[in-house]
């Protein structure tokens, strides 16, 4: 019974792992391809509107 229970915590914990990595993979995905078009366009960054004030202001690397 416990490698049981030591197999599961072995295989979830192979889980989050695996989809901490697929997560981390598509935020520098999102990140490069951003940073492309960027270059492509000449652009010095991507502006978003405020929801509150509805000023525009550059678009932080953590959005």
């Known amino acids: 019974m416990p490698q049981i229970i030591l197999l599961l915590i072995v ?12 997560a981390d993979a598509e935020r520098v ?3 490069r391809e951003r940073l492309r078009r960027e270059r492509e366009t000449g652009a010095d960054g991507t502006l978003v509107k405020d929801p509150k004030t509805g ?7 953590d959005e």
Request: charged residues 35%; aromatic residues 18%; positive net charge.
């Open 55 to 61: 000023e525009y202001r550059l678009k932080r690397d």
């Open 11 to 22: 295989a979830l914990i192979a889980w989050l792992g695996y989809r901490k990595f697929i």
């Open 29 to 31: 995905t999102r990140q």
